[in-house]
């Protein structure tokens, strides 16, 4: 099969232009001429003949130029001064065969990266390689991707893999496509690659009408056994095949639950005029928002954005878009009303009329704010989705020319934070455990086995992590059916296991969402061995205020639904600091359910009541421990403390839920599992506890002003990214853009030229994401 390469290659100090045999240095100040370039002999190979002209086959120039063309030199975004870019263009017969970008600024010296693409005889990319250097030539790292397709040029899988060296693996990814026999697509699943087995992450299934439009998309997520249904998105259309409505709903408990939806109308011309957003609250449509759209005699259109406040519409902005002979851009991906999944990979698509390439922009609040993806694009763009949650997301494609000609989709797509979730099975358990701090099943979501012991049904409703004081009550799982508090921008990895558990699990999350909010970070470790019947959860909480929290008790909370949950009991056994429940029918789930405060319980209940926080949190200090000893429908609540945390600093509390057949054999369990904790096994005993090596420290000082140091470590090598982001989310600065090896580093910022206010930055290592908030206080 016959391959060409289409290379870029940049540097933002300086630029090494590779030009197959030949190699030319050039400075990021000296002025490029053409006749500096190699000359044409050095591209025999290609000709007339050559797939690689066939690009971009709408591409022309209006004096084709056989050698290298200046085409210009200018801000990239200009809200980023230091995104000045260069380009280079190579021509044959009026098309672009060859291009180089470079970059120069005042980021210092970043690596250098040289991408090649191989296309086969049809122009489809086949494979392609990113190198990346250092400022001595060499080579850091690369990544390599490799494409496959049928018969009918359909893209049937997608691999990436990245390498610190020829053989030693950074991260691999890997995207299948199935399609129906009229060459529809049918399923797109998304995996990881597990030390040697590629795992399922999530699926999208699509169902078409009669006209071949997209009537129902499904999104399904792994929960380690199967499929868990998640989601659906419906499209309704009119007569004249335009989409009237778009409607999204949860799956939980067994059936559907709306959650949101757009309605369009359109005019004669079968041009949209109007789109409503409606949430679906308190059993009932309420519209939110809604979009206007008006077109002059050229079929230029305009957008006026409102939402609904104290009564009224209340425009919030208006855009302008371009149509007609004159150069236009549409938007082709991502689908509007879409749901993204952050870290997973979308392409970016668009269709042109007279555009040569374009530079692509998102926004995650509507359009009120833009910041720059990837400038200067002529193919699909592999977007990389980011960890920023929003039913409110744009993507803006505009001319590279001219930034007046472009195009935004027409309904916002939604970025989901997804609770990811694990399954701890042992020989006699099953419970999930989850990145946001519930234990068991998200009901909100429908996802989790919850808790099942030796076969029997599942006995947790659901359960988590919590916090609290006397004066704010508790924050996080704070109610069966409330969501909870906590929430992560961290994938949670998959179990890794040591000389004694065989399933450990590790999970980060903060209450930055909570209207409650501490202000803390939670680390979440989990552990359990194949012969056990008990679950280890080892919780870190660290104080990310510049003063002390005091008195803060920490728990968890246990909606057990054991048998047939109106005919619940339950206990307390205070010398083994446990708290349990059992169906006293005891017909269909014979067993004792409980959990144990290991280092030490100071309160707890086993109650029907629940209430407001400062309510809920007396059920998780109460010293009142009488057997309860009427049916109904219970919950467990069970705390440790008070804690006095130190500004910055941290505190542990182990908790273990445990199961047994009896209760003499729960106590029995109980008793071991005490054993195992004050054994000191690595990762158990407080003292001990193993954290992971991707870390990012709070800034200090904090508040600052204008300097303040920020630490991060790193477990491996990775490409790392250290970026700063005002509170809307708009990146302001990127103080780390390299790869780096393992280890410990510490970077300035400052912030001289930014005004007084909270900002956010964000480490990127490989799948380790980790967002803080830091004060400029002038």
């Not at 941290?650 to 908790?655: D, E, G, P, R, Y």
């Amino acid at each position: 099969m016959f391959s060409s390469n289409y290379t870029f290659i940049r540097n933002w100090s300086f630029i090494t232009i590779f030009l197959l045999s030949a190699i030319s240095v050039f400075t990021q100040n000296k002025v490029l001429l053409n006749d500096e370039f190699p000359p044409d002999e050095e591209y025999q190979s290609v000709n007339n003949n050559n797939p690689m002209i066939k690009f971009s086959p709408a591409k022309s120039i209006l004096t084709p130029n056989n050698g290298w063309v200046y085409r210009q030199s200018r801000i990239l975004d200009p809200n980023y001064t230091y995104s000045i870019g260069e380009y280079y263009d190579k021509y044959l017969n009026g098309k672009i065969y060859e291009e180089i970008i470079f970059y120069r600024g005042a980021l210092g010296k970043t690596p250098m990266q040289v991408y090649t693409v191989n296309y086969n005889n049809d122009m489809l990319p086949v494979s392609s390689l990113t190198q990346r250097f250092d400022s001595q030539m060499k080579r850091v790292n690369y990544s390599s991707s490799n494409y496959t397709y049928n018969a009918s040029d359909q893209m049937t899988e997608a691999i990436t893999v990245i390498y610190t060296d020829s053989v030693t693996t950074i991260n691999s990814q890997k995207t299948t496509y199935a399609y129906y026999p009229s060459g529809l697509l049918s399923d797109m699943t998304f995996y990881n690659y597990d030390i040697s087995t590629w795992v399922e992450s999530s699926s999208y299934h699509y169902e078409y009408n009669t006209n071949n439009l997209t009537s129902v998309r499904y999104f399904y997520i792994w929960n380690g056994s199967g499929w868990d249904t998640s989601s659906r998105l419906i499209y309704t259309y009119d007569s004249n095949n335009n989409m009237i409505l778009q409607t999204y709903e949860r799956f939980s408990q067994g059936a559907w639950i709306y959650s949101y939806k757009y309605e369009s109308s359109y005019d004669s011309e079968n041009r949209v005029i109007h789109t409503f957003y409606y949430r679906y609250q308190n059993n009932a449509w309420a519209v939110t928002a809604k979009y206007e759209y008006s077109y002059d005699a050229s079929n230029n259109r305009t957008m006026y954005y409102y939402e609904w406040a104290n009564g009224s519409w209340v425009v919030k902005y208006s855009q302008s878009e371009t149509s007609g002979s004159e150069p236009n851009l549409i938007n082709i991906s991502p689908v509007d009303a879409s749901n993204l999944i952050p870290g997973n990979h979308v392409y970016l698509d668009w269709g042109n009329y007279n555009v040569d390439a374009v530079n692509i922009k998102f926004s995650p609040d509507g359009g009120q704010n833009w910041s720059t993806i990837t400038s200067n694009k002529s193919a699909p763009y592999l977007w990389t989705i980011p960890a920023i949650e929003s039913e409110n997301c744009l993507i803006r494609y505009e001319s590279s020319q001219n930034n007046a000609v472009y195009s935004i989709n027409e309904l916002p797509f939604t970025i989901m934070e997804l609770y990811q979730t694990l399954t701890h099975a042992t020989e006699n358990v099953q419970v999930n455990v989850f990145n946001n701090g519930i234990i068991g099943q998200d009901d909100n979501a429908g996802i989790g086995v919850g808790f099942i012991y030796k076969n029997n049904n599942n006995a947790l409703f659901t359960g988590g992590f919590v916090i609290g004081d006397a004066a704010r009550g508790v924050e996080g799982m704070m109610g069966s059916f409330n969501l909870a508090d906590f929430s992560s921008n961290v994938l949670m990895k998959n179990f890794t296991s040591n000389s004694y558990f065989d399933e450990i699990s590790f999970a980060e999350m903060n209450d930055y969402s909570s209207n409650n909010m501490f202000n803390v970070s939670i680390k979440q470790k989990t552990y359990s061995r194949t012969t056990d019947d008990f679950v280890f959860f080892n919780y870190m909480v660290t104080n990310e205020n510049n003063t002390s929290l005091n008195n803060i008790y920490l728990g968890i909370n246990l909606d057990w639904d054991i048998g047939d949950y109106a005919t619940n009991r339950g206990g307390y056994d205070i010398t083994r600091n446990l708290i349990y429940q059992y169906d006293f029918v005891g017909v269909a789930d014979p067993n004792y359910y409980g959990v144990i405060a290991l280092n030490g319980m100071v309160g707890g209940s086993v109650t029907n009541y629940g209430g407001t926080r400062v309510e809920l949190f007396q059920n998780f200090i109460s010293t009142v421990y009488s057997p309860v000893i009427s049916n109904s429908d219970y919950r467990s609540f069970i705390s440790s403390g008070p804690y006095d945390i130190a500004a910055y600093n941290n505190v542990n509390a182990v908790f273990a839920l445990v199961a047994g057949s009896s209760l003499a054999e729960l106590q029995s369990n109980a008793d071991l599992a005490a054993a195992v904790y004050q054994s000191g096994v690595v990762g158990v005993k407080v003292d001990n506890i193993s954290l992971d090596d991707f870390n990012l420290m709070q800034n200090y000082p904090n508040p600052f002003n204008p300097i303040t140091t920020i630490k991060y470590s790193i477990a491996k090598p990775e490409i790392v990214t250290l970026k700063v982001y005002d509170i809307l989310g708009k990146e302001i600065s990127t103080l780390v853009n390299d790869f780096k090896t393992a280890g410990s580093y510490e970077v300035n910022f400052d912030a001289s030229q930014y005004s007084s206010g909270m900002y956010l930055y964000k480490l990127t290592a490989g799948n380790y994401i980790k967002v803080k908030k830091m004060i400029l206080m002038k």
